[in-house]
């Protein structure tokens, strides 16, 4: 992918994710989410990871979004009221903010290899899908598993909550 | 030509956004979505690195099926934790954490 594509993503991805936090509109937050998550499937295909970009969608832009407006929408939530600010608070998230830039930028710049151009990859007949295909369903099978119980469980979870009211 | 420290920065600061609104927000579904974020970042930082450690010809793959699990786990985190707001919804009728601060109600 070349720079200016990458970093035209880059910039809708953090954009859009600022408009996440700044929107007042919990809707047009959701909104603005789905369009930060579809930046980032573009970047995971930049990666060669088609896979992953298709699931990003398909979970993260389609269901998950899907069901974050729906409990909006059922919830009926009106933009936030502008709150008194709590001073001390923000200014030590601003702090916390700023000192994980500085450790970001000094994990980037210790990286090791961190420069290197993108290495050329030789995808074969089988395309990505395949290799993640036979390493779930092979070496990763007891995870995949454990994870498929763990949706089963939370399933019944989320039934057991919305029946029974919290006292 | 973009390199891994590129990616690793727009994961950083995607990270540093969703942070920022976890600490800043007040209503529980924004900082549900903020959290989504952080996972996202996440994500995108171990994809970049399976890219960048090429063997054989091949990105490393097991990052990538560890992204395919944080997503699926991520999308039964997100389930659940919609049910709870809700069911602290139906019980408070706010979603606001400054007038949900008691442990026991």
Known sequence: MSPILFWTFVAIMLFFAGMVVLNRNPVASALSLVVSFLALAALYVSLDAYFIGVIQILVYAGAVMVLFLFIIMLLDLKAEIRRRMNFPAVCGGFVVILLFLKVLSDVCNGVFGGNAKLPPISQGPQGDAWQVGMLIFERYNLALQVVGTLILVASIGVVILSKRELK | ?105
Do not use: C, W
């Open chain 2, 1 to 105: 030509m973009v390199t891994l420290n590129d990616y690793l920065m727009a994961s950083g600061l995607l990270f540093a956004i969703g942070f920022a609104g976890v600490l800043l927000r007040r209503n529980v579904i924004i900082i549900f979505m903020a959290l989504e974020l952080m996972l996202n970042a996440a994500n995108l930082s171990l994809i970049g690195f399976s890219r960048f450690n090429v063997q054989n010809g091949l990105p490393d793959y097991n990052a990538q099926v560890l992204v395919f699990f944080v997503i699926t786990v991520a999308a039964a985190e997100v389930t659940v934790g919609l049910a709870i707001i809700v069911a602290l919804y139906r019980a408070r009728q706010t979603t606001h954490v400054e007038d949900i601060n008691t442990l026991k109600f």
